[in-house]
């Protein structure tokens, strides 16, 4: 999830999940490339969408208690499914888990018992760099018509970013959602960081942190030891996002860090398949299973045809951006930020279906169940 490319608990909990994790600091090791690959061969090809219901414009609405909707989460999940889709990337926030530990550890528990009741198994992000740095718990603000994304909300705010003294408070957080799912089998894997160093130039630049990256790094290196510490079962990673990475010479620390810490390699490529090749191509050089955990921006290039079916052919995980058009408004491109739009766009940007269930385009719902092999 980006900004244009203009590169842009409860106590008792606490001591009731503490047995799940080691003590200390430790935890595991980083996987060998032969279990990479070992869970890659069982895993299979996992293939789905970035999924917030339509009725949430962000992760806290999705989670908190008074807005948590299974009865839409069962029916969009429904319709994931009817394209063949078994798994779904899924953001969490820290926030909604220290405001209500024991109902977010529930209520994630519904939410994967509902998924999996239509074969569907999830990918949890953890923390986001992306959208506005100023989460609040609580009633979430009403969408500004016609703008992508305009209550999505950053974890951990700016806040707690721009200070080092509150960052170990986040440990709590995610050795406890961790560990209470650490052995989950409905859950495909940990994404620990999305785009921990963008800087949301086009949206938010004007009062994010101008040294954001420096800031972001020692925490995400804390948030994979964190994760670590608590033993999962399942992989861990975070998606490089920004080019094809054709040198490894030339990767950011951020770049570093990621590649150099996840067990399978995650990447965004929101582009043509020129460069999505690209991209496939050079990371395969670190010889792990690859998921695409973004792509599908219609008005970029990036499209299910032919880069779905490029993807399946190589066996590297695909997620697209975006199920159902909703209170996220994803229909519109990242310049609706500075662009006005009046009504729905001809060309939608994310999304696959409308809200009541009829497929944007039905040659391109036609198109994913072809290469997903399901049968309408």
Not at 23 to 52: P, T
Not at 59 to 79: I, K, S, V, Y
Not at 107 to 124: K, N, P, S, T
Not at 259 to 269: A, K, Q, T
């Amino acid at each position: 999830m980006r900004s244009p490319r203009l590169l842009t608990a409860l106590p008792t909990l606490a001591l009731s999940l503490a047995f799940l994790a080691p003590s200390g600091a430790a935890g595991r090791d980083r996987w060998s490339e032969a279990r990479a690959q070992e869970w890659g061969r069982q895993r299979g090809w996992l293939v789905g969408a970035n999924f917030l219901p339509s009725t949430a414009i962000n992760q806290l609405e999705m989670w908190q208690a008074d807005t948590f909707d299974p009865a839409t989460l069962d029916r969009e999940l429904g319709w994931a499914a009817s394209l063949g889709f078994n798994s779904v990337r899924v953001y969490l926030h820290d926030l909604a888990w220290s405001q209500d530990p024991e109902g977010f550890l529930r209520r994630l528990d519904e939410f994967l018992g509902i998924a999996a009741r239509h074969r569907i198994g999830a990918l949890l992000v953890l923390f986001d760099s992306c959208w506005d740095p100023f989460p609040k718990p609580g009633r979430q603000r009403e969408p500004r018509p016609h703008v992508h994304n305009s209550g999505w909300v950053q974890n951990p705010g700016l806040e707690v970013l721009k200070d080092p003294a509150r960052h170990d408070a986040l440990r709590g957080y995610v050795t406890a959602v961790v560990g209470r799912f650490r052995t989950d089998n409905r859950i495909h894997g940990w994404d620990v960081w999305n785009e921990p160093d963008n800087p949301n130039t086009s949206a938010y630049g004007p009062v994010e942190l101008p040294d954001k990256a420096e800031r972001v790094l020692p925490l995400l290196k804390k948030a994979f030891a964190w994760a670590r510490e608590a033993d999962p079962s399942q992989p861990l990673t975070s998606g490089v996002w920004i080019g094809t990475w054709p040198d490894p010479d030339k990767l950011s620390p951020t770049e570093r860090v990621q590649l150099g810490e996840s067990d399978v390699i995650s990447f965004h490529n929101y582009d043509n398949l020129e460069s999505l090749r690209k991209a496939v191509t050079h990371l395969r050089r670190y010889n792990r299973p690859l998921l695409c955990t973004e792509y599908m921006a219609r008005g970029n290039g990036s499209t299910f045809d032919p880069n779905l079916g490029f993807l399946k052919e190589q066996g590297v995980a695909a997620y697209n951006w975006g199920l159902v058009s909703g209170k996220s408004q994803t229909i519109y491109a990242w310049d609706s930020w500075k662009k006005q739009y009046h009504a729905e766009p001809e060309l939608w940007f994310h999304d696959i279906f409308r809200r009541d269930g009829t497929a944007y385009r039905p040659d391109e719902a036609a198109y994913i169940r072809k290469v997903t092999g399901k049968t309408p």
